[in-house]
């Protein structure tokens, strides 16, 4: 596993969500320009050469994303997997591995990126707003006044705390970035045995 890849949430504490800026409306609303070549880890997922999707390389060859971002119009992918405790209606465990051919290459990276300040939203606060769609798997953030955070486009990228991964962009209200209204994460530190178990099988199986 990629370094920066962390098991640990802590409330309160600030993140960043970078994102392209390359295609109209998949900023970050209310972000701001990440240094250029900062987040080597991120990568877009495109169809019809139109950003839909985010992602984070979290090891060689081997792609993190939402699974409701789903795989048909994805190229150069060898093998997915979904989480098998993926839900719909909660979207629940809403993560992808996407095993890819070939990473050299690969697709397209954006030659401008947003990044954006949110903070974690308590779990009781977050189900005051979404009551009844909130589970332990997921994670709440964003700013109390509105205005900043995720929109569409955004899915299945990476929100980052001090340097390293701690969810993956899931879901959120349609108007974006309301006041009181957090956008919606999936926790990275519920599906880390998955992932490990997953990338294990398939290299043991290489080798």
Request: with cysteine; net charge positive.
């Given at each position: 596993?990629?370094?920066?890849?962390?098991?640990?949430?802590?409330?309160?504490?600030?993140?960043?969500?970078?994102?392209?800026?390359?295609?109209?409306?998949?900023?970050?609303?209310?972000?701001?320009?990440?240094?250029?070549?900062?987040?080597?880890?991120?990568?877009?997922?495109?169809?019809?050469?139109?950003?839909?999707?985010?992602g984070?390389?979290?090891?060689p060859?081997?792609?993190?994303?939402?699974?409701?971002?789903?795989?048909?119009?994805?190229?150069?992918?060898?093998?997915?997997?979904?989480?098998?405790?993926?839900?719909?209606?909660?979207?629940?465990?809403d993560?992808?591995?996407?095993?890819?051919?070939?990473?050299?290459?690969?697709?397209?990276?954006?030659?401008?990126?947003?990044?954006?300040?949110?903070?974690?939203?308590?779990?009781?606060?977050?189900?005051?707003?979404?009551?009844?769609?909130?589970?332990?798997?997921?994670?709440?953030?964003?700013?109390?006044?509105?205005?900043?955070?995720?929109?569409?486009?955004?899915?299945?990228?990476?929100?980052?705390?001090n340097?390293?991964?701690?969810?993956?962009?899931?879901?959120?209200?349609?108007?974006?970035?309301?006041?009181?209204?957090?956008?919606?994460?999936?926790?990275?530190?519920?599906?880390?045995?998955?992932?490990?178990?997953?990338?294990?099988?398939?290299?043991a199986?290489?080798?």
């Amino acid at each position: 596993m990629a370094p920066w890849l962390h098991t640990d949430v802590t409330d309160g504490r600030s993140a960043y969500y970078p994102t392209s800026s390359d295609t109209e409306g998949n900023q970050v609303t209310g972000g701001s320009f990440c240094l250029s070549r900062s987040r080597p880890y991120q990568l877009v997922l495109l169809r019809n050469g139109r950003i839909y999707c985010g992602g984070s390389l979290i090891a060689p060859k081997w792609v993190l994303t939402a699974a409701h971002c789903g795989t048909e119009q994805i190229r150069r992918i060898h093998n997915f997997f979904m989480h098998p405790g993926y839900n719909l209606h909660p979207r629940d465990n809403d993560f992808m591995l996407l095993e890819l051919d070939d990473v050299s290459g690969w697709g397209r990276f954006p030659a401008t990126m947003q990044c954006a300040d949110v903070y974690s939203v308590s779990q009781a606060r977050c189900q005051d707003s979404y009551r009844g769609r909130i589970t332990d798997n997921t994670l709440c953030a964003g700013v109390e006044q509105g205005g900043i955070g995720t929109c569409q486009g955004n899915s299945g990228g990476p929100l980052v705390c001090n340097g390293q991964l701690q969810s993956v962009v899931s879901w959120g209200k349609s108007v974006c970035a309301l006041p009181g209204q957090p956008g919606i994460y999936a926790k990275v530190c519920k599906a880390v045995q998955w992932m490990r178990s997953t990338i294990g099988r398939k290299c043991a199986r290489s080798a």
